[in-house]
């Protein structure tokens, strides 16, 4: 139940981010998760959107180095230890997380995490197993 994420590599320079968001907005494109990352010299923006083969295309029009990537997408319990519930399961499995995020909005009340993992099939398994909400195309439109 893997979900669609741009990556997209940009200068590390004030404004660059903007300019993406803005790009975006306005063909209606809106961020449903979103991440950055930078060194001295480049960012890393990891976006969940409504559409993101479109974003896509409309990025490649800008020239824009961008990719796209398959991600889970998993509700964090509310109970204390929630996250463990996620963490703990994939780290017994030897499933590597990469990096992980929240999304801007909810479905309920319980946040959404989005997890770039190294072994997607298994790692979405692992998580359904142990009672894990996966969300799936449902989080285009949040």
Known sequence: MAIKQL????????G??????DILDKEDITAKALLTAS??????????????????????SFNFNYEITSVLAAEVPLHPGGMNSILKPLAASDVNIHYLYT??????????????????????????RHWIHLVGDEIYSL
Do not use: F, M, Q, Y
Not at 41 to 58: C, F, K, Q
């Open 7 to 14: 990556s997209v590599i940009l200068g590390n320079v004030p």
């Open 16 to 21: 660059t981010l903007s300019r993406v968001t």
């Open 39 to 60: 060194t001295e010299e480049h960012s890393t923006v990891r976006l969940v959107v409504n559409d993101p083969e479109r974003a896509a295309g409309i990025l490649e």
């Open 103 to 128: 999304t801007i909005n909810r479905i309920g009340k319980e946040t959404i995490v989005i997890l770039g993992v190294d072994k997607i099939d298994e790692a979405a398994e692992i998580l359904t």
